[in-house]
């Protein structure tokens, strides 16, 4: 495929596949057209002689929820273009979307998976976010689901996917995957469920340059229970990565993520990860996670509305498996006219046969929103992270923070100004940046 963007088509096709079904009527679909002017005195984030630039952005925000049958969808997504007016970059077309569609060919016995992500992830993870350093990324998951029913409240399920991994820049990260997963599951009442699963995916570098193939064998329990105050999704075991002609590489599994609602206004949230992974399997979440995950990628300042449009991710987009370690709190708080969140987080990625990269960040980000008047909201957000690169003897911190002012003319349509701060200091040369945004944009919500 010569365009990352036509990658965004394998979404298309589910939206299209949904809404074409007879029970296409139980489908939910929504739309934002949005469209505004960036300027920037710093678009390509130089540390010195900056260019100046104003940026024309429209784009597409949608999603898709279909709960039928014999067809259950999540979709979320963006489709945004970018037009440099100055002409100091080439103009961009870039998607950032999630969605699982699973078609029912057989009730309760086969179902097809259908599933796509696409990304902007950076091209060198240690450069500045320039336009010339942002590329589209592709995972796309295709295969059936056979369902056995083994008493009143157990089940058993077999998955055999085939998964094709993709970047626009970088083809080490292009690969072919084939993955299969045995689960036993039974219901313990009905808010809690455990099971018993064992997979294992094989994983082939369809570039000469890439890292090398490897076997992902993993075992492990998992348990959920969703209570009306608590809710809690765990999974715990061993994992093991077989590779060609490099040692193994086992280490324990573990991924929590808990919630607590403490009172109608607020909530707080806990995850973590202790987990032998790479950039594609990170980058594939559950139906139920999909809107988290278009967050997590998402412009940080999108929960409280400066930029609507699509940001760059932190992914390393190359071949290279890693240990992640980390663990993520979020306190939110809405009530009245005030929303509220503040979230710390920490990280480590322990790279498996190249360390270069291996780092550790801390940071943590907040935002506050506050209703001047019925149609008219104030909104503030900061940022800031640290990243150690221990093999490189290098630190990098970044500090982000804005303002907004959102207006709402009519049901349908509303206005953005914001106003945005970015800069980053780096041990490293040349790394050092500061930018300074200006937007304004006008959205058509359906």
Sequence with gaps: MKSGTLRLSACAMMIGAVLVTPVASAAQFDYTLYSGILYSDNIDLAPIQPTRQSVFIPGL??????SGSSVQADVIGNLEYRDYLGGAFSNQTFAQAAGVVNWAISPQRLVMNLADYANVEPVASLAADAPSNQQQTNVFVLGPT???RLGP???????LHYINTYAQKTPDFNSSRGAAKLELINDLNATTQVSANVSS???RFTSTGGGPDYTDNAIYARYTSQLMQFGIDTLAGWSRLSFNGFPTASEPLLRLTASYQASLQSQLTLNLQNALTDAAQSMIAPAQQIATEIAATARPTNAFGTMPGIATGSDVINSQTFLQRSVEATYAYSAGRVTLSVSPNYSRFIYQNETTLDQTGRGISAGLAYRLRPLLTLSA?????RLNYTNLQRRDTALNYGLSLIGRRTQNWSWRVSLDHRQRSSTAAGQDYRANEIYFGLMYRR
């Design 381 to 385: 957000y900061a940022n800031a992270e």
């Design 61 to 66: 925000n949608f999603s898709l929820a279909q």
């Design 153 to 159: 409240t157990t089940n058993a399920q077999a998955t």
């Design 146 to 148: 056979l369902q056995f």
């Design 201 to 203: 995916q094989h994983v």
